[in-house]
């Protein structure tokens, strides 16, 4: 048996949605969004691919690394002719976390490629890989220290092109559309 997605995809939120309904740290969201510039190539290169993606995003409004990533992949699909973007709570769809862990983690965000017929491409997440190694050695090396703002300091020298490139290398190993 297949993955439900059909089903979840239908009562997922648009990112305008869920940032109006749920997300109490709304200045985050919108403050990365706002200044989200998403560069020509990487659209092109999306288009290039010859086929409709959907892409749903596991999140939570508290999560830094979620808030630093999913306003620049919606200002990416917004651009896309072949893309939609749609996002989940993870606390509420724990049997898909379980799916998409980090380890033994439920890190998010993670960003589930798939098809327009729902078939699951990959995922991406919970953050750029340069980042997640940077992370996981600093977590060993300086245990119980805050991470949080070199982390910031990271997603706002990248804006989110690492981010955008490894969620198109997803994209890029779906297989041809068919006829």
């Not at 288009?47 to 808030?67: P, Y």
């Not at 862990?101 to 340069?130: A, C, F, K, N, Q």
Request: aromatic letters at 10%; hydrophobic letters at 45%.
């Amino acid at each position: 048996m297949t993955w439900p997605f059909a089903h979840l995809w239908d009562k997922a939120l648009t990112y305008e949605q869920f940032v109006r309904e749920f997300t109490q740290y709304c200045e985050m969201w919108t403050g990365v969004y706002r200044t989200a510039h998403v560069a020509d190539e990487l659209v092109a290169a999306a288009a290039a691919l010859g086929r409709r993606f959907r892409l749903l995003a596991i999140v939570e409004d508290w999560c830094g690394d979620a808030s630093n990533t999913i306003p620049v992949v919606a200002r990416w699909v917004e651009r896309l002719p072949n893309a939609e973007l749609r996002l989940v709570r993870r606390d509420q769809h724990f049997d898909l976390m379980e799916r998409y862990l980090t380890g033994t983690s439920r890190s998010i965000p993670i960003v589930v490629v798939l098809t327009d017929e729902m078939e699951d491409v990959g995922h991406w997440g919970p953050r750029p890989s340069e980042l997640q190694a940077w992370v996981v050695e600093q977590k060993r090396a300086r245990a119980g220290k805050e991470l949080y703002p070199e982390v910031r300091t990271w997603y706002a020298k990248d804006k989110g092109e690492t981010t955008l490139r490894e969620v198109l290398a997803v994209m890029s190993r779906a297989p041809a559309a068919k006829a």
